[in-house]
């Protein structure tokens, strides 16, 4: 039996510290990340922070714990967790055909058939909506369809009609695929609450937690986090638009679009915010959800969704809504417990939460993608599970 995190730290003292330390050092000495913030959090406690390396290198403007960074897919799970809210209210259910929000977005099935997409399916991404990167030279590269994360100056209405202009990739509800589903059920949130996505986030989700750091916009520039690419002999400082190739296509990204007013609010890709924040929102959850949901509706949300569609291109990993469920440790080869549940962004961030061991750990770096899925990921996790 392995003792909490908070009793081993006090018992081997700089453990967990002298660990994830030097699991930190080594990625901005071998300069494999610029700058990141680390935090963890166990048994209710907060045992580590660190902030390290450099916010901007060539501005030579160090990393701070309040730094803000552009979330990319971090930005998931609060947006899941606003539309959990309105179906908790009764504003909105599982089942419902988003066509009640969005009766002109009407993708068909491969087959030219009629596709009903419903709530659960953007939740849990088996819709049969895809991502531009995802597809090299695919229809929706062809259709001009944003990820979220580049063409700025592109509104959601447009960005709708061109997701739907392209068959789906499957009937709804029987694959699975990671997707713009977020981005749509962002465009619902608006229609029902009628208001942007960012007031909308702001009432239902960070508001009540007191957060004042994560939005779609952001109030202090000079926080900001500059954005860098993997590169050889150091990252590389992203310009106004950056192609980043990675596992599973090209990144298209404009880093200038958070403070364009003019591009549409991505529930999947669009806000920024600080470490701090986002640990308060995962901890919430671990914690059951007060105030923002019910430990029930918690509970159905940190178990897999897709009916092992997942597993099927992920082993051991399943979808529940907003984020990874891992299903079995040893296919998906984490030394997260059953149950755990995990994510990132592309922009440089990974975070999971071990409810098994009461623990949260979020990375925010603005490295990508060393710091979403590089060995820097690898290490930090292994660091933690080291000091259990």
């Known amino acids: ?23 930190i050092d080594a990625a901005l000495n071998d300069k494999r990340l610029v700058g990141a913030v680390v935090l963890i959090a166990a048994n209710d406690e907060t045992v580590y922070r660190r902030a390290a390396g450099l916010a901007d290198r060539e501005n030579g ?25 309105l179906i908790e209210q009764g504003r909105m259910g599982l089942d419902d055909a988003i066509t009640k929000w969005l009766p002109d977005f009407r993708p068909t099935l491969p087959d030219g058939g009629e596709a009903t997409i419903r709530i659960r399916h953007l939740l849990n991404h088996t819709s049969g909506l895809s991502y531009c990167f995802a597809e090299e030279d695919g229809p929706y590269v062809r259709a001009g369809v944003s990820d979220g994360i580049g063409e700025p100056g592109m509104s959601l209405a447009e960005n709708l009609r061109r997701i739907a202009s392209t068959p789906l990739l499957f009937t709804p509800g029987e694959g699975w695929r990671y997707s713009l589903a977020i981005d749509v059920l962002g465009g619902i949130i608006e229609a029902e609450m009628g208001v942007s996505l960012d007031e909308a986030v702001a009432e239902l989700v960070t508001g009540p937690l007191g957060l004042r750091d994560t939005a779609f916009s952001v109030r ?11 590169a050889s002999p150091e990252p590389k400082l992203m310009g106004k638009e950056a192609l980043v190739s990675a596992l599973t296509g090209s990144v298209r990204f404009a880093p200038d679009r958070i403070f364009d007013p003019t591009s549409y609010h ?9 470490a701090d924040d986002i640990l308060t929102i995962l901890e919430t ?4 959800g007060a105030p923002l949901l019910s430990s029930e509706t918690v509970a159905t949300m940190m ?3 897709t009916g092992g569609r997942r597993q099927a291109v992920e082993p051991g990993s399943g979808f529940g809504f907003g984020w990874a469920v891992v299903t079995d440790p040893d296919a998906a080869q984490v030394p997260l417990t059953k149950g755990s549940l995990q994510w990132g ?3 440089g961030h990974s975070w999971f939460v071990d409810p098994s061991n009461g623990l949260t750990v979020v990375a925010l770096t603005n490295t990508t993608l060393e710091g979403m899925w590089g060995r820097f990921t690898v290490d930090l996790r292994k660091a933690v599970y080291a000091a259990i």
């Open 266 to 274: 991505s529930g999947g890709a669009g806000m920024a915010g600080t």
């Open 285 to 288: 959850i671990r914690r059951g």
């Open 1 to 23: 039996m392995s003792l909490p995190l908070d009793l081993q730290r006090a018992t081997t003292p700089l453990s967990l510290a002298e660990g994830v330390d030097a699991a």
């Open 303 to 305: 178990v897999d969704q």
């Open 61 to 85: 403007i160090a990393m701070r714990e309040d730094t803000i960074f552009r979330l990319a897919s971090v930005t998931k799970p609060i947006v899941t967790i606003a539309a959990m809210r």
């Open 345 to 347: 962004g592309v922009y």
């Open 220 to 230: 202090d520039r000079q926080r900001l986090a500059a954005a860098y690419t993997d």
